[in-house]
């Protein structure tokens, strides 16, 4: 059992194999040659709300065989996606590229350019509560 420990300083205990299989961030700074170096890692740049999500995404890529095309069509999955706003969006992204967690990257980039793929500047300004200079 691996322990990550938050920002927040809140602990969160995972199954090593599940989580080296996708971050390669955590795989790296665990093993060295197969050998567990250490229980404890610490995730300074990621919050509890993002990692809660990051372990459930995950242990549903497990459940789906590490096949990303079941990935996409699993409901639980998609539900998550659907139930973010934008900043939450953005802070997965975010943690999910501090981590190097591939998979799950290259899914929230499709999704994000999904998003705003053939959106007007007034469209974009209204979704990201911004105001562009362009």
């Known amino acids: 059992m691996l322990r990550l420990i938050t920002k927040n300083s809140n ?10 299989k996708t971050s390669k961030l955590i795989k790296e700074l665990v093993l060295d040659d197969d050998e567990i170096l250490s229980d404890d890692i610490y995730l300074y740049e990621v919050e509890d709300d993002v990692l809660d ?26 539900n998550y996606l659907d139930s973010l706003n934008n900043e939450m969006f953005f802070k ?17 980039c499709d999704k994000f350019i999904k998003l705003i793929n053939n959106k007007s500047k007034n469209d974009l300004e209204k979704l990201f509560n911004v105001k562009l200079n362009i």
């Open 53 to 78: 999500l990051i372990l459930k995404i995950n242990k549903l890529f497990e459940k789906n065989n590490y096949d990303i095309e079941n990935l996409q069509n699993d409901n639980n999955y998609l």
């Open 11 to 20: 602990i969160y205990k995972t199954n090593i194999n599940t989580i080296i």
């Open 92 to 108: 997965l992204l975010s943690s999910v590229h501090y981590l190097d967690i591939e998979y799950l990257e290259n899914l929230l």
